[in-house]
């Protein structure tokens, strides 16, 4: 494993703060810096040993350190990036941990986007608060990046290997997409569990309860109901025009099932719980980034020295599925044609991401490790 680029700084220091704390010490960083308002979450991170360093304020935190990464409410983020971005060191990665994204990129100018690196680790708890913090959180879980076309290779590339020291598997995407598909497998599923636990809990058939007559498939559908109310309402605003058309689509859907329910109509009926049936077997089947078994290969792009050319191959890997075991950045001269070395696991994949990355233009060459 690579040395931690650091010193690394946390700005919010709650369940992900704290987690994001205790896995970087524990993969080697050797200098965590916390700031929080709450100044008894930085004492308690402390204790557990999530931080080295307690800091009094943003500018402090920030002021001598290579990364840094916001962990404050999704409604802050914004905000707390921009102030962050106006003190930290200009060769300083600023990135973030919140789940929706083109609401933080587009309240930063063209030269903020060069040192932000949005991203949003899925994973995280029902407890919140640092109190609940555990170093193996972020460990096996995907962490999307959402680099844009202004951000500096140099800088994706340090966090990049940040997050890596976690046991997270970084994934570059879209800012857009990402905020579409988490529409759509993580926010919209939220509020269906918080609406089936509203109906169920205002229904009272002949007097009797429908919660306490409940089983576990109405338990097992509504698990993240009521999930940090607060938070919640950050999320779903932020990302709204994704989360709406989310729920239109989910609509004509029902309205699909209530018509062929209506109709008497079994074919549909059971062509729909069968393709229900066949896409749960696909969200089950391993969906681990690569065989660890696998041969590693090494693809080797030229780059010419222009903004965005980093963030475009690894944005098209991430929309692939192609996971990036490694990656090294080896500069050229000016105006000149660079390195950007990736590593994949596997003949087949390799094969793919060099497809990938003639398609956008770039020469590149693959082979075995």
Known sequence: MRPIPGPIAIVGIGLMGGSLGLALRAAGAEQVVGFDPNSEALAQARELGAITQIAGSVAEAVRDVACVFVAAPLGLVAQVAREVLAVAPRDCVVSDLGSAKRVVIDALSAGERARFIGGHPVCGGEVSGVAAAREDLYRGATWFLTPTVEARPDLYERVYAVISATGAHP????????????????????????????????????????????????????????????????????????????????????????????????????????????????????????????????????????PGAVSEITTALGHGHINIADLVLRPGPPGGVGEFVVRVAGGAVATAAVERIAALGFHADASPV
């Open 171 to 306: 994934a570059a995407i879209d800012a857009e997409v990402h905020d579409r598909l988490m529409a759509l497998v993580s926010h919209l599923p939220h509020v269906l569990a918080a609406a089936l636990i509203h109906q169920a809990a205002a229904t009272t058939p002949g007097g009797r309860e429908a919660l306490r007559s409940a089983g576990p498939s109405f338990d097992d559908l509504t698990r993240v109901a009521g999930a940090n109310p607060p938070m919640w309402a950050d999320i779903l605003i932020a990302n709204r025009d994704a989360v709406v058309a989310a729920m239109h689509d989910y609509r004509a859907r029902l309205a699909w099932v209530e018509q062929a329910i209506i109709d008497g109509d079994h074919e549909r009926l059971v062509e729909f719980v069968a393709g229900a049936a066949a896409g749960r077997r696909r969200l089950r089947a391993d969906r681990g980034p690569d065989d660890p078994m696998a041969e590693p290969w090494e693809i080797v792009v030229g780059i010419p020295d222009r």
